[in-house]
């Protein structure tokens, strides 16, 4: 085999890997990274998880870059109350977010002193142990921890800080069809579709968090090679997206 076509088979080899990564990506798992904290205690900053792209079929925004090969949705299976799912943040179409989906399409959504009322219902939340975690500036914060169940039975865990900051009131609105209303779980550190991520359509959903595959706490010092292994969250490794 001559130089020529020994760099002919190196290439087809990395054009073969490249597709075979893009056909993976885009129609059956891409893995994301948790960039910020408005899914504690669920997700924590550093994890990395898996999304079955799948799940509710797919959409130009299931395509590297949402090239807009196609309109709509195409195998099609709506998401149900409760899922964690990663969408493309409606006011650009570009940046991904990641919430957990409360309001259904039709469904009427309040928030009262801090208490989720769905189609009229005040959803059913227990106390449990505090949460602690560090804020930006490395000071540790307590946050009261619930188990909220959703109307369907799904439960989770949610933080509040009080049931009296900015986002605990938010007046009843209805939820389009089409479209689905989504909170985080860290109630009152997220942006959702209380703020400025409004209403998300069922076209900018990219898929369902399925399992974490890594984690690890970003507060270690990179620079230390030594401490690279304390950085690792071990008991956090393949653990399932609830």
């Known amino acids: 085999m001559d130089r020529e076509e020994s760099l ?6 990395v054009v073969y890997a490249v597709l075979i990564a893009v056909v993976i990506r885009s129609l059956w798992f891409e893995p994301f990274k948790i960039p910020s904290g408005s899914m504690y205690p669920t997700l924590y900053v550093g994890d990395y998880l898996f999304v079955s792209k799948y799940t509710y079929g797919y ?11 196609f309109e709509g949705r195409i195998w099609a299976d709506a998401p ?5 799912v990663v969408f493309k943040y409606p006011r650009d179409n570009r940046t991904d977010f990641i919430k957990r989906v409360i309001g259904l399409p039709g469904d009427k959504i309040k928030i ?3 208490r989720l009322y769905i189609n009229g219902q005040k959803v ?20 009261r921890q619930y188990v909220e169940t959703l109307p369907n039975g799904v439960e989770h865990r949610i933080l509040e800080i009080s049931d009296h900051e900015t986002q ?6 209805e939820v389009p069809q089409g479209s689905y209303f989504m909170m985080g ?3 009152d550190r997220s942006d959702d579709s209380r703020m400025n991520v409004g209403f998300v359509p069922f076209e ?15 507060e270690e010092a990179w620079y230390k090679p030594w401490t690279w292994p304390k950085k690792i969250r071990w008991s956090r490794l393949f653990n399932k997206i609830k």
């Not at 002919?8 to 080899?13: G, V």
């Not at 900018?204 to 970003?218: E, K, M, T, V, W």
């Open 8 to 13: 002919t088979d190196t290439i087809k080899t």
């Open 59 to 69: 959409s130009k925004h299931s395509l590297p870059w949402s090239i807009p090969l």
């Open 80 to 84: 149900k109350r409760g899922d964690v």
């Open 112 to 114: 009262e002193e801090g």
């Open 124 to 143: 059913k939340r227990r106390q449990i142990e505090d949460f602690v975690m560090r804020n930006d500036l490395g000071i540790a914060e307590r946050y």
């Open 168 to 173: 605990d009131d938010f007046v009843e609105v």
């Open 185 to 187: 779980d860290n109630r």
């Open 204 to 218: 900018n959903l990219i898929g369902r968090a399925r399992f974490l595959f890594f984690s690890h706490n970003d």
